[in-house]
């Protein structure tokens, strides 16, 4: 038993020490050692940001996701959520999204879609690496130019 273990002590001994000491590298490109990640939640915050910077997009969510966001963002450290109205499905090297906006009145929703959906692909490619390989737009209302824009703008009731 002694003996075995000097035999293969001095093969793996000089393994070991030049690890210990840094001789010995790995091979191959470093991009491949290790595994990266990317959560649905970020790939909705760029896809989140993205859709807002198209003019023509009021809001995104559905009404009642709204209102619980108005209820949210008037809470200290509750701020405003980037995420709302997005739903994103991410797996190895694909994603797909989809979006509920509120249009504002008199723009072309077909090309404001046209527009969102260019937006969001770029900005989520660019920055994950993933295809995107739908995105699916639900215009879920329109915000007139008489509607009130927030709860506070009432007056109060007596």
Known sequence: MTDTTAEHGTEQG???SEKA???RRGTGDPATRGRTTIADG???KIAGMATRDVVGVHAMGSGLARTFGAVRDRVPGGGKSVTR????EVGEVQTALDLEIVVEYGVSIAEVSR???ENVIVAVERMTGLEVVE???NVVDVKLPDDEEDDEER???Q
Do not use: D, H, Q, S
């Open 115 to 117: 527009t969102v959906r």
């Open 85 to 88: 109205g997005v739903k994103a």
């Open 155 to 157: 007056p109060p009731l």
């Open 14 to 16: 000089t393994e070991t």
């Open 21 to 23: 000491l840094g001789t």
């Open 135 to 137: 995105v699916n737009i």
């Open 42 to 44: 970020v790939v909705a």
